[in-house]
């Protein structure tokens, strides 16, 4: 199983993009070896956008309906607060206080909710993870979310154009 991201499924879309050819050649690649794909819906919902802005309402509709027959995890809030776990844990996350973040988010004199505590993810692939692999800019939401997702479900490849998987341990798809 290979887990589509926002890089390659734009790749695929935009014939101008520079790694489209190469996006084809992996796509063809995993078909003819039969290697299923999987996504969620943060990357269905990223990728949209993203096609929708810098090309077309009609591409980005034909890109989604091509993806009908993958394998989509539905992000609920239990996924999404792995993610943003996995991001408060990572060392050179921006996040320096749970509650400023709370708080920039609510109206001045109403005070937040305090988000439960949940441990950070702590599967083998996560916990192999170490600072100096963390990428200098700060990881998103999105891919946070795929990395908890792979390590959970032992899916060791990314269709990516994104080296953040290559630093968390994954290894790319296609190579190359």
Do not use: C, N
Not at 13 to 32: I, N, P, S, V, Y
Not at 64 to 77: I, M, Q, T
């Amino acid at each position: 199983m290979i887990l589509l991201d926002t890089s390659a499924l734009y790749a695929l879309t935009d014939t101008a993009d520079e790694k489209h050819a190469l996006a084809r050649k992996g796509l063809a690649m995993a078909e003819d070896g039969g290697l299923p794909f999987v996504v969620h819906t943060y990357v269905l919902a990223e990728t949209f956008a993203l096609v929708h802005r810098r090309l077309s309402l009609r591409a980005a509709i034909r890109m989604s309906d091509e993806l009908a027959g993958v394998d989509v995890v539905v992000v609920d809030r239990l996924l999404h607060d792995r993610g943003v776990s996995w991001l408060r844990a990572s060392p050179k996350s921006r996040v320096r206080s749970r509650e400023a973040v709370a708080f920039a988010r609510f109206p001045v004199g109403r005070a937040p909710r305090k988000p439960a505590r949940r441990a950070a993810p702590s599967g083998p692939r996560l916990a192999a993870v170490k600072e100096s692999s963390i990428p200098s800019h700060p990881l998103t939401l999105v891919d946070a979310v795929s990395f908890v997702i792979m390590a959970e479900r032992g899916i060791e490849q990314a269709f990516a154009f994104d080296a953040d998987f290559e630093r968390a341990g994954f290894t790319l798809f296609p190579e190359g």
